[in-house]
Nanobody, 118 residues
């Protein structure tokens, strides 16, 4: 059974850090591009970061560059998101996504809540 399980969310003060992790099972995650998205209350689903399957090339939402870092461990089928210098506007549910083409496969996790507040 295909599953993406996010963990690591929680409550953190402004300026703090959190590390999210996504564990993939039921498929070969190293064949997929792995991404993080987020959705804040009342806002659209937003792209955060992506790491491709080969070579580990990454890309980020422009507004998050320098604060967030995505990484993957293909041996463990995991992808992490290190978030530093967190701001209240980073408060959102963060979702893990796995995608590949030919044939198209697109999987989503259930999300993990991140709240940045003093």
């Amino acid at each position: 059974q295909v599953k993406l399980a996010e963990s690591g969310g929680g409550l953190v003060q402004p300026g703090g850090s959190l590390r999210l992790s996504c564990a993939a099972s039921g498929f070969t995650a190293n064949m997929y591009a792995m991404s993080w998205y987020r959705q804040a209350p009342g806002k659209e689903h937003e792209f955060v970061a992506r790491i491709i399957r080969a070579g580990g090339s990454t890309n980020y939402a422009d507004s998050l560059k320098g604060r967030f870092t995505i990484s993957r461990d293909n041996a463990k089928n995991t992808v992490d998101l290190q978030m530093n210098s967190l701001k209240p506007e980073d408060t959102a549910v963060y979702y893990c996504n796995a995608q590949k083409g030919n044939p198209l496969r697109d999987y989503w996790g259930q999300g993990t809540q991140v709240t940045v507040s003093s």
